[in-house]
């Protein structure tokens, strides 16, 4: 236990692709010792499903069948870390690649979808003391959160950043078709009709272009604190 964890509240934390939410999500949750989830790996997964099920994401009935048979859950390993796990099977290095990020805001635009995804982060966020990162955090899944931050960067920030992680996991990739797959997918989250990605109107925003993963954290941190000391 920290000696923040007196009083537990929620943070949701939105933006647009490749922003840093996960980073800042993660440093947030250590901190306070709260939960964190990604709910973008949760999105990853059932569109990874699809793909190996080739679901025509076009049959409502078929997205309907294929989504009785997911299942997924968190699983944390030695490090602390969380892992998605998909019908038993541990995805968390399969889902970060690039034949899922060309696909998942396709799945994630289905309302079917999102209404499984978003009762399952609800259950999730039941006791409080959670920080949960996405694109409809703040906004459909929880409303109520006391602290709901829009996180921001430049695109161009955004692809190198991307570009860099992927490298460093040793995928196959060019710089160009991250900038073209993080704009595909900003474009789609934030026209589709079905929770659109958006800031929310009492969002604080933080734009970490110029910011080091300390400073972001240490800027979020103080927003933090002043509601859970209060
Ligand atoms: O890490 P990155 O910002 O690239 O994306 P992510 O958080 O892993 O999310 C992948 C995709 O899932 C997004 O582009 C959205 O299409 C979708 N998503 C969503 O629709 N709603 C959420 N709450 C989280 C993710």
């Not at 901190?31 to 099920?53: C, H, K, P, W």
């Not at 959670?130 to 694109?135: K, Q």
């Amino acid at each position: 236990m920290t000696k923040y964890a007196l009083r537990k509240i929620t943070i949701a934390i939105d933006g647009y692709s490749s922003c840093g939410k996960s980073t800042l999500a993660k440093a947030m949750a250590r901190e306070l010792g709260y939960i964190y989830v990604d709910s973008g790996a949760m999105y990853r997964a059932i569109t990874l499903n699809f793909i190996r099920q080739h679901v025509d994401i076009s049959n409502q009935e078929e997205v309907n069948n294929a989504l009785q048979d997911i299942h997924i859950h968190f699983q944390k390993d030695k490090e602390g870390n969380n892992h998605m796990i998909l019908n038993e099977e541990d995805v968390e290095a399969e889902i970060r690649q690039m034949q899922v990020s060309s696909m998942v805001s396709q799945v994630a635009a289905i309302p079917q979808v999102r209404r499984v995804l978003v009762e399952q982060q609800r259950k999730m966020g039941q006791q409080k003391g959670i920080v949960m990162d996405g694109r409809d955090i703040g906004t459909v899944v929880f409303p109520d959160a006391e602290l709901k931050i829009f996180l921001t960067a430049s695109p161009e920030i955004r692809a190198i950043r991307r570009y860099q992680e992927l490298l460093n996991k040793n995928q196959d990739t060019s710089l160009m078709e991250v900038r073209t797959n993080l704009a595909m997918r900003d474009r789609i989250d934030s026209t589709r009709e079905d929770s659109p990605l958006r800031q929310a109107n009492d969002a604080i925003v933080i734009d970490n272009t110029y910011l080091n993963e300390a400073e972001q954290l240490q800027k979020a941190l103080d927003y933090a604190l002043t509601l859970i000391e209060t």
